[in-house]
Structures are given as C-alpha cells and as structure tokens.
Nanobody
Framework: QVQLVESGGGLVQAGGPLRLFCAASGVNFSRDLMGWYRQAPGKQRELVAT???????NYGDPVRGRFTISKDFRKFTVDLQMNSLKPEDTAVYYC?????????WGQGTQVTVSS
C-alpha cells in the first residue's frame, strides 16, 4: 500500500542546483518520519535528510547548509532542494518512510554531478 515515487534526478554541473520530488501514498503524511537517503557505487547508503511533524529536520553532515528538505501538503510530496552541488554528491537518491518501525523505499533517482 505504501508507494514512494522519486523524480527530478539527472546530470548537472558542479555548483548548480537540482530539486528532487518524492510523491507519497499509503502513508500518514503528517506523522510518519520521511526523508531522503543516497548511495554511491561501492558505498553504503547514507542519510541525506529527514523531516516529520512540526518541521523537525535532521541533515547528514555532508549536505548540511546546502540541501533543504520540505513537505508539500498540497501535492503530498517530500521535496529536496539541492544547491552548490559537488561531484561527491553523485549517487542514487532514495525516498524513504518509516511506519511502525519499518522502512519503505522508492525506486531511486540518479543524480550525477560533473566537475
């Protein structure tokens, strides 16, 4: 029943911006912890950002100050605004939701940053 669909990924130049979207269904949009993670080839999946009710937000250290996560209650999407992109940001970005202690994932969207 839970469905997460990412969009907005692509190839961008270093220093540029990119905005990712996660369309969510089958979730408690206002209560469930939702966020973004990423995984580069040969590396483990790492935290990008999470957000929950009241705007409580947690960012991973590599993206803090450059990325902004937000919820769009009109479109039911979790958006990730990425600025000042670096080649090391290159990864597959996954949308995630935690419901009753269980994690659910989208298919992922590729972000490639050229130097």
């Amino acid at each position: 029943q839970v469905q997460l669909v990412e969009s907005g990924g692509g190839l961008v130049q270093a220093g540029g911006p990119l905005r990712l979207f996660c369309a969510a269904s089958g979730v408690n949009f206002s209560r469930d912890l939702m966020g973004w993670y990423r995984q580069a080839p040969g590396k483990q999946r790492e935290l990008v950002a999470t957000v929950t009710i009241g705007g409580r937000i947690n960012y991973g250290d590599p993206v803090r100050g450059r990325f902004t996560i937000s919820k769009d209650f009109r479109k039911f999407t979790v958006d990730l605004q990425m600025n000042s992109l670096k080649p090391e940001d290159t990864a597959v970005y996954y949308c995630s939701v935690n419901r009753f202690g269980e994690d659910y994932w989208g298919q992922g969207t590729q972000v490639t940053v050229s130097s």
